[in-house]
């Protein structure tokens, strides 16, 4: 029977404190919007159109035509340093302190 008057007066705890929380959030909800309320409204401005005529231009550039005639002696170049920097890649051999060679 105890037992049974705990769960009871513990169940009515827990609709109390839930209904205390909810009515506390309602207040503090109302009180925010009669704040806002009495703040002064923004100036609504016309929507300005943007200029499209450079639109066009940006989405479609003109291709330069010219721009495939460097791209054998780019390559050339780049064997060229990968050849030179060949030797910086390799691992040095490892080298404890202490050990003589």
């Not at 609709?15 to 009669?34: D, K, Q, S, V």
């Not at 460097?70 to 051999?93: D, W």
Request: proline fraction near 10%; include cysteine.
């Amino acid at each position: 029977m105890d037992m049974i008057f705990k769960v009871i007066v513990a169940f009515c705890i827990g609709i109390a404190g839930m209904w205390g929380l909810g009515a506390y959030g309602m207040y503090w909800g109302r009180e925010a919007a009669r704040q806002s309320a009495s703040l002064p409204r923004p100036e609504v401005k016309p929507f300005k159109v943007p200029d499209t005529s450079k639109l066009i231009t940006t989405l479609h550039p003109k291709l330069d035509p010219n721009i495939g005639k460097n791209i054998p002696m780019g390559r050339i170049n780049q064997q060229i340093n990968q050849h030179i920097y060949a030797g910086k890649m390799v691992p040095l051999p490892q080298r404890i302190p202490g050990v003589r060679r």
